[in-house]
């Protein structure tokens, strides 16, 4: 009798042991798997989404105490907690909520963020944004539609924010039939656009004309390598530097994305949209980086640097570095502060075709995940902080004495703050705040305070042009194969081509362009095209 | 009486020696350069690449490291913690698995066995796995979320099953008839008999419980909770982030020494696991041998 129950113990114990295991071994293998997996759709809790009932329509019921979920990406600040508490304090009082205010760091965020949005995690609010594939996720669904909650939850940001800018935000959601806003954009217009940071003190100092167009450059690469044999122009990896130029030089606007996307088109006529390794155009530019590669603008092993060409300008042996204009900013902030010695100026290239486009609306934004489970409290607690200055500063500057204090004009952020003095290790109140930023209430100014950058501003905002390409979202579905073998094709012929390292010129064209008819660019470009004039249809772009 | 070395034996003695040193060399270099590495000025290493020497020496790597050693000590002591009570348990678990999976009066051991083997071959796959964790279980910001997923695993019950497998059975008969339960047998006879298997699992899993920062990332919301690894990677990939565009507004002055700061976070992170190799070599070696033929 004893042996048996001894024997069913232990059976007890095996199987308690299965269960165990069965729920770690899941977990073992799926480390190695990737983050996609897009047949895993949301269990949509609709329930959710419907407003509080009862109270009446204009002042939304706050009877209920509520903790909110938020996530921002990047890290914290040593003193977000602390933050946090003191914003909560407000919240308790006005809305009867608490908000927690999550990370997701820099390490591995795709793979983060795609599984939070897939398997329908309770989040109340999350940023979104086009860099994060927020039209992505919208197409399939992970976000709430915020057309109805957006008038009664956040009357303010709702009246506030520009026509242009909750359109820009619009998506038509897989399985609808038209388009709903998913996602509260900032308003922040920011413009990016490629260029060139360059050592002004050089050019000055060699008698060197002044940039302002591609002959000019040439002459600036041409006499830096000339006079300071020691240095190399772009020290490092070399290649953004050149597709960046080349297509500004032919008003060539991406539509697709990534380093091996071939497709471009022109403003003026953005329908007629070709693969560049085709033109008469590539064809001499090659030919010129040819020159430039023999003249030695750059290092052989550039296609494998792993050097920032930037890090190089710091060290005195580089002279070039590729930047967007607020990036400029804030390498150029950076560098006065190591090498004062160092004089940097910087050209845009939107100079080389004439106009400038800003980034889309939703290029930093607020979205709610379609298992929220308090979506207009969120929305609630987003319109006071983008509107009411008190909340704006907490949440974005910090605590006002301890992280930064404001100057004697009421408007200008000092940090750290005035009269205290600092550790070298000391750093100012910084989280990605960029989903609630608006122009109004922002205290710093765009470019890390880089003195040129205000000018600049205005030079874009004077040739500013909508933005119509940034729009197109492509997942290459229908094509995968085809644009798998494309990009590989580019990598292994056409970045050499970008930077001229092949011997002759003519022959690799010919053979980087054979290659790309046999990997099947044309389905590429057909699906590119497709979904291009798509979208200008739905957009009223001709 | 003294033997004669002969000629041929103090040659193949000094070759051996020589190319041994030569490989021992090789075997170190790389070590030593993430060493100086992490002392080597930022700068230089980006003007003329690692050296063996550095002309200059530096700790900012260490120090942009260490601004806040509060928090490093504690992530040390998320992973020490999660490091000893993870493998004990795991190594218990997993030993008691094995062995009612050895023993031959176990009925259903093959049907068990096939089961458990079954989830090496087939899982849900990632996205199951994480709806699992955080919302069957609600373990998202728990140390149960860092501690369970790890705890057993199918290959390590096959792999003990093997070794429980060469102790012979007779020894539970003599135990049984001096009056030993199963639960007496197993803890004072079979456990100090596969003390090379509990070794060898032992270290594996010590090594993964250590290594871990993908578990860390995605169910670890609070920064005391971090173990060191997934703090250190941190640290890197916020200096990779503000390399890129993406990061257009973070503020320049915070930027760190990255590739020194990479070598620094190499030194700390192996530091401490690097010793546990030469303590539990011998049980290793051995330990690998008996499941290797027997399992």
Known sequence: MKGKLKRYGSLLIALTMLIAVLAACGGNSGNKEGASSPSASPSASDSASSPSAGGDSDKPDTSKKVELVWYLLGDPHKDTDKVIAELNKNLEKDLNTTIKLNFTTWTEWQTKYNLMLTTGEKIDMIFASTWADYFKYAKKGSFLPLDDLLPKYAPVTWSKVPEQDWTEAKVVASGSDKAQIFAVPATYPEYTPDGFVYRDDWRQELGLPEIKDLDSIEAYLDGVKKAKPKVTPINGKAFNEMLALFRATHQYENVGSGDGNLMVAKYSNPRDIVAYPFTPEFEAWAKKMKEWADKGYWNSDTLNSQKEAGDAIKAGNGAVYWRNAPGAGGYIVGVGQTNPDIKLGYFPFNRLYGYATPNLSVNNAMAIPKSAANPERSLMVLDKIRNDPKYFDLFVYGIEGTHYSIADDGKTLVSPPKGMTVTQDWKRYDIASWGVRVESMVREKQGSGWEGFDALLEEFKGMSKPNIFAGITLDYEPVKANKAAVDQVFEQYGKPLMLGLVKDVDKSIATFRDKLTKAGYEKVLEYTKTEANKYFDEKGIQ | ?295
């Open chain 2, 1 to 295: 009486m003294r033997i004669k070395t002969e000629k041929s034996t103090v040659a193949f003695n000094t070759i051996g020696y020589i190319v041994l040193t030569f490989l021992t060399v090789i075997c170190l270099i790389p070590f030593w350069v993430v060493l100086t590495g992490s002392v080597t000025p930022e700068l230089e290493i980006i003007n003329e690449g690692f050296k063996l020497w550095p002309n200059e020496l530096t700790f900012e790597a260490y120090r942009s490291m260490m601004t806040n050693p509060g928090v490093i000590v504690r992530a040390y002591e998320v992973s020490i913690v999660l490091t000893v009570t993870g493998t004990a348990l795991s190594l218990f678990l997993t030993a008691m698995a094995g062995y009612v999976l050895s023993r031959k009066d176990f009925k259903y051991r093959n049907g068990f066995s096939f089961y458990i083997y079954f989830t090496l071959l087939f899982s849900g796959g990632l996205i199951p796995w994480y709806i699992l964790i955080v919302k069957d279980l609600q373990m998202k910001d728990s140390y149960m979320a860092l501690l369970l997923p790890f705890l057993v695993s199918a290959w390590n019950i096959i792999l003990m099953k093997g070794f429980m497998k060469s102790i012979p059975e007779d020894i539970n008969e003599s135990a049984k008839i001096d009056g030993a339960g199963d639960f007496t047998i197993f803890i004072k006879l079979i456990l100090p008999l596969s003390t090379p298997g509990l070794a060898t699992i032992g270290l594996f899993v010590a090594l993964q419980y250590w290594n871990e920062w993908f578990l860390a990332n995605l169910f670890i919301t609070t920064a005391d909770k971090y173990p060191l690894q997934f703090l250190l990677y941190r640290t890197l990939a916020s200096a990779e982030a503000l390399k890129t565009n993406i990061a257009l507004s973070l503020n320049a002055d915070t930027k760190p020494p990255s590739e020194t700061l990479k070598m620094a976070a190499a030194v700390v992170a192996t530091g401490p696991i690097v010793f546990l190799y030469p303590f539990v070599q011998r049980f290793f070696v051995k330990g690998l041998l008996i499941g290797s033929v027997k399992g």
